[in-house]
């Protein structure tokens, strides 16, 4: 444990999106004059924004006398949070965090011994420069891909997982492994207070899952907390925390929450159900939607999608890195720009994540592309991809991806096998079905 006061940090560098409100009150009456004077823009900016404005035509809307009111909700909803009221708090807080990194060190979690449980390591130095002093646990474990059986030694298996799909040795896959189930076991006890940073991807919400699952099954610490977000203003492509600066970490304390019985107990059903062989358990979860967690609902139904699909057999992901290929031969690195920048409904993937899916892609009988034999013995990101005449026939459902013998993967406790009969995704019903 540990409550040391962290030395101040240089705030000035780490606060690239500093929220003028003056700015944003500005922002509101152009548009009101915009929309007063009947500017297209304008008015499809009221019409996506405003639940009033929704399916009017520019003609009524142009009709509108628009109130300061309005156009400030536009705004607000534009930067993505639901009302005006809510900008001026989040604007609040973030001043709050300003003032007070510029100022004599103070630490937002100095009051009782505090774990931060986050499911990588991408904030751990942003939390220390925002001034935060407690302890950091990091549960990693992507269980959105690979095996997760409901039988058997699972520490086992994700560890053999880990080290094959990342290039680990498997000593430290191990070791890994092993310090976030301890670190988990202990902090009930070593800590008055935990504190969960999550957002709303599959990556982490499966993890969450996993988390509180473990905490249903085993003491509790005194305060369980959670932090979850699905987006923060003037971050047009939310991806998730890596992106906040110090200012904008410390300024999410405040909207910390008690973790309640009912995300225990959604939790506990999450973790079950993905682990189970039949994916209708999770399906269903995600069709009634999780107002305990409403991340969670959009997160199982992307993570469902990795399933094969019934128009091609191919995982979402792997249609879509397919297609990056499909305009010109890339590098896997710029493939991977591309789906986390543009055309991943739900960015979820590390690089080692993907690189794991082409690698295993590229193991297939007949792999859906060719690496270049000048880039062959790059790291993968450097490596240079061509569809070969099977991606393509794959791409134009010419042929059926499992048709092309790649090698057996696992969507979550679902086995996906060449030679067997399994689940696949229907894009038609948006539901799981047997095959």
Same mark, same amino acid.
């Given at each position: 444990m540990s409550v040391a006061v962290p030395a101040k940090p240089d705030f000035e560098l780490d606060d690239p999106r500093p929220l003028d409100l003056e700015g944003q009150r500005q922002r509101a009456r152009d548009l009101q004059r915009a929309v007063l004077a009947g500017e297209p823009d304008a008015l499809a900016r009221l019409r996506a924004h405003h639940p009033r404005a929704a399916g009017l035509s520019d003609e009524s809307?142009?009709?509108?006398?628009? #109130?300061?009111?309005?156009?400030?909700?536009?705004?607000?909803r534009e930067l993505g949070l639901g009302s005006w009221p809510a900008l001026v708090a989040h604007a609040g807080r973030l001043a709050e965090a300003r003032r007070t990194l510029a100022g004599p060190p103070t630490a937002p979690d100095a009051d009782r011994p505090t774990l931060?449980? !986050?499911?990588?390591?991408?904030?751990?130095?942003?939390?220390?420069?925002?001034?935060?002093?407690?302890?950091?646990?990091?549960?990693?474990?992507?269980?959105? #891909?690979?095996?997760?059986?409901?039988?058997?030694?699972?520490?086992?298996?994700?560890?053999?997982?880990?080290?094959e799909a990342y290039g680990l040795p498997p000593a430290e896959a191990r070791r890994r492994l092993d310090a976030e189930a301890e670190g988990l076991a202990s902090a009930a006890d070593g800590y008055d207070r935990v504190v969960l940073w999550f957002e709303h991807d599959s990556y982490d919400q499966l993890i969450l899952a996993r988390v509180l699952a473990h905490f249903a099954a085993n003491a509790l610490p005194p305060r369980l907390e959670l932090i979850?977000?699905?987006r923060f203003p003037l971050i047009d492509r939310f991806i998730g925390l890596g992106q906040l600066s110090p200012v904008e970490l410390r300024s999410l304390w405040s909207t910390r929450t008690p973790v309640l019985d009912t995300q225990l107990a959604l939790g506990t059903e999450v973790w079950a159900a993905l682990r189970a062989p039949d994916p209708s358990a999770l399906?269903?979860?995600?069709?009634?939607?999780?107002?305990?967690?409403? /991340?969670?609902?959009?997160?199982?139904?992307?993570?469902? #999608?990795?399933?094969?699909? /019934?128009?091609?057999?191919?995982?979402?992901?792997?249609?879509?890195?397919?297609?990056?290929?499909?305009? +010109?031969?890339? /590098?896997?690195? !710029?493939?991977?720009?591309?789906? /986390?920048?543009?055309?991943?409904?739900?960015?979820?993937?590390?690089?080692?994540?993907?690189?794991?899916?082409?690698?295993?892609?590229?193991?297939? +009988?007949r792999p859906p592309f060719a690496v270049d034999p000048a880039t062959a013995l790059e790291p993968w990101p450097h490596r240079r991809l061509v569809l070969t005449y099977d991606g393509h026939d794959v791409l134009d459902r010419r042929v059926d991806w499992l048709a092309c013998r790649p090698p057996e993967r696992w969507v979550g406790g679902v086995a996906i096998r !060449?030679?067997? +009969?399994?689940?696949?995704?229907?894009?038609? !019903?948006e539901a799981p079905v047997p095959v």
């Open positions: 809307l142009a009709a509108i006398h628009l #109130q300061p009111d309005d156009a400030q909700l536009v705004i607000a931060h449980v !986050r499911c990588g390591s991408d904030i751990r130095d942003g939390l220390r420069a925002a001034g935060f002093a407690g302890d950091f646990l990091e549960v990693s474990d992507p269980v959105c #891909q690979g095996p997760v059986p409901a039988d058997g030694d699972l520490r086992a298996v994700r560890a053999r997982f880990v080290a979850c977000i699905d399906h269903a979860i995600a069709t009634a939607g999780t107002p305990e967690l409403p /991340t969670m609902a959009g997160a199982l139904h992307r993570h469902l #999608q990795e399933l094969p699909w /019934t128009t091609d057999g191919l995982a979402l992901t792997e249609r879509l890195a397919l297609t990056a290929l499909r305009p +010109e031969p890339d /590098t896997a690195g !710029r493939v991977f720009g591309v789906l /986390t920048r543009e055309t991943e409904p739900l960015p979820f993937l590390g690089d080692l994540m993907l690189w794991a899916v082409i690698a295993a892609m590229n193991r297939a +009988e !060449r030679d067997a +009969e399994s689940w696949r995704w229907s894009p038609d !019903r």
